[in-house]
């Protein structure tokens, strides 16, 4: 430790017809090679042509190069063969230890030359030779991949003083060199969300109060006979919906994974998910994920009980069951797709079995125990008698059509999000680090709100229209969003990747699939539950006989 490394040879081999052709592939993709160094990731710095702004880093080197040689136009494959390190360490003065702060490189390819026969332990570099202080600095003799020409690795290792603190080591990581853009877009879209929100809330407010001042006041007149709008179907607002079983288990599922992402945003906004910690936040979304299925299993007993539902396990063993077993399957294919690549990012046989011990050993059980609780509990009253037979829906307008409804209340929650969402999918598939989850948890409050409302606004006016089939409309006009997400997503592979291999591009549309689905499920539960307390608030409100 702290004592610089020159020209140090790694090792010599002579590349055969298929290593060359291996290279330039992984060349031709820009692959990238990661090193960890007391868990600090290495970075490539990158200055900017313009010098006052802070330098960029880049994760990991590249394999190597394309390029052509002087007064030539056929292009050539070059590989980074010699690796300049620097470690940049932080001192404490009481007690003269010293802390890793940096771990950078900037790699070069160098056609390595020596004197004589080679001999592994006594050879000396012409090219590269700390004896006369001869070291690389540039790649103007590169180093062509090609067969039968041998290859020589080599590095250098420098250590430099540093005043960064170790404390503050991952500050320079995640500085966003986009920041700008960033924070003007987010605090753009927050303020159209609130907006929105804001004359939302105004005219449902305003609204109402002037129906159930109406109605209230009707009661006393002859015009009570002839009773229009919202108040017309109190007889059928509140009878069960076609599949009500499978509505039960969506909302529960959203119930669980609201949770999941509400005490995961908790924890990050406070520091408890630093990056530093390997896999700390996916790690931490699937436990809250699994110890949620306690609320899954209460919320989809609970609503089951008020729709006059008996068995109440097959639903809490459909709730712990539905989604997990959709997404599993997905991820099996996906990672049986990554085994036959030969690639080392597929989920190993341990973790697949873990895995599915968190689910049936843990969240089924759990799931169970919930539903339990909730059955247990007196179901909930309706504010409204239900007629026995149900009424007509009179024909509705066009732009009153479920289809067209529901597809128009997505639009609003998936823009609270998209710019956001923009950033998360260039950290997730453009290696970069993702910090900002202040940001985040004040889009997701966002999210939540116009969710709400889009979906109260839109209940409003169907039942104004005389239509009462709202349970399952109330889920799908904010899970709609899913939908413009799953789109944005292939818009975004198109422009922004360079995908060109089909497996990768199958995971990338699986796990967007899944993250929609996802995405349905907690804005679905969102919508649905305020569209609950509304539709109870207000009938509730008014005198009917």
Not at 28 to 35: K, T
Not at 216 to 225: K, R, W
């Amino acid at each position: 430790m702290r004592e610089p490394q020159m020209c140090n040879i790694v090792c010599r081999f002579t590349p055969d017809a298929k290593t060359v052709k291996h290279f330039k592939e992984k060349i031709d993709d820009e692959y990238r090679v990661n090193m960890i160094l007391d868990n600090l990731p290495l970075v490539v710095p990158i200055q900017r042509p313009d010098q006052e702004s802070p330098t960029v880093y880049q994760l990991g080197f590249h394999v190597g190069l394309k390029g052509h040689y002087a007064g030539s136009k056929e292009e050539k494959y070059f590989i980074h063969n010699h690796l300049a390190f620097t470690v940049k360490f932080h001192r404490d003065l009481q007690t003269e230890t010293a802390r890793i702060v940096g771990f950078e490189v900037k790699p070069f390819s160098v056609k390595h030359e020596y004197e004589g026969k080679w001999n592994d332990a006594k050879t000396r570099l012409t090219t590269c030779d700390p004896h006369s202080k001869h070291t690389v600095v540039n790649s103007n003799s590169p180093q062509e991949v090609a067969e039968k020409q041998e290859i020589i690795f080599t590095y250098d290792v420098e250590f430099q003083e540093s005043d960064v603190k170790w404390a503050s080591r991952w500050d320079a990581y995640l500085l966003m060199s986009d920041d700008q853009i960033h924070w003007f877009s987010i605090v753009n879209s927050l303020m159209i969300v609130l907006f929105l929100s804001g004359m939302v809330a105004m005219i449902m407010l305003r609204t109402l109060y002037r129906d159930i001042s109406k109605y209230n006041e009707l009661e006393t007149q002859e015009e009570a006979q002839e009773e229009t709008g919202w108040k017309l179907v109190h007889g059928d607002v509140f009878r069960a919906p076609s599949n009500s079983d499978l509505l039960c288990v969506y909302v529960g599922t959203g119930v669980q994974f609201f949770g999941m992402i509400l005490v995961t945003m908790i924890f990050a906004v406070l520091g408890f998910l630093s990056p530093s910690n390997r896999g700390g936040l996916m790690t931490a979304m699937l436990l809250l994920y699994v110890f949620m299925g306690l609320f899954a299993g209460y919320a989809s007993a609970r609503l089951y009980k008020m729709f006059k539902g008996t068995e109440w396990k097959k639903i809490a063993f459909r709730t712990a069951v539905l989604f997990p077993a959709g997404v599993s399957a997905i991820f099996i294919v996906l990672n049986t797709l990554i085994w036959g690549q030969k690639s080392s990012g597929a989920v190993p046989f341990g973790t697949m079995f873990a895995l599915v011990f968190l689910w049936f050993g843990i969240s089924v059980p759990l799931v169970f125990v919930g539903a339990y609780v909730g059955f247990k509990k007196p179901a909930l009253e309706d504010p409204v008698k239900t007629n026995k037979i149900p009424r007509q829906i009179p024909e509705q307008a066009w732009y009153m059509n479920p289809v067209f409804s529901i597809l128009i209340g997505g639009i609003l929650p998936f823009g609270a999000v998209f710019i956001e969402l923009f950033f998360i999918l260039t950290s997730i598939w453009l290696n970069q680090f993702y910090y900002i989850f202040g940001f985040l948890f004040l889009v997701f409050i966002i999210l939540i709100v116009t969710c709400a409302e889009i979906t109260i606004v839109l209940c409003y006016f169907q039942l104004c229209s005389e239509d009462y089939l709202w349970w399952w409309r109330s889920y799908l006009t904010s899970g709609s969003s899913a939908l413009y997400l799953f789109l944005y997503a292939t818009f975004y592979f198109f422009t922004k990747l360079e995908i060109t291999k089909l497996v990768s591009g199958m995971l990338y549309f699986g796990y967007m699939l899944i993250a929609s689905y996802a995405f349905f499920v907690v804005t679905g539960t969102i919508g649905f539950y305020a569209c609950f307390w509304f539709t109870r608030l207000i009938y509730s409100s008014v005198k009917i006989d």
